[in-house]
C-alpha cells in the first residue's frame, strides 16, 4: 500500500492520485515502500 502525503489514506501501489483526496502520490515514497516489502519477503 502506498500512503497519501496528504491525508494519509491507504492507496494501491499503482495507484497515480489519492483515492480519498485525489493528491498525486509521490512515486519516490511507491518505490521506497516496495523496496522495503521486497526486503521483507527477502529475509523471511
Ligand atoms: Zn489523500
Known amino acids: 500500500m502506498v500512503k497519501c ?4 489514506h491507504d492507496n494501491i501501489e499503482m495507484a497515480k ?5 485525489g ?11 516496495n523496496c522495503t516489502i521486497n526486503g521483507i519477503k527477502n529475509i523471511s
Open 17 to 21: 492520485f489519492c483515492r480519498s483526496c
Open 23 to 33: 493528491s498525486p502520490i509521490s512515486l519516490t515514497s511507491a518505490y521506497i515502500l
Open 5 to 8: 502525503m496528504n491525508c494519509g
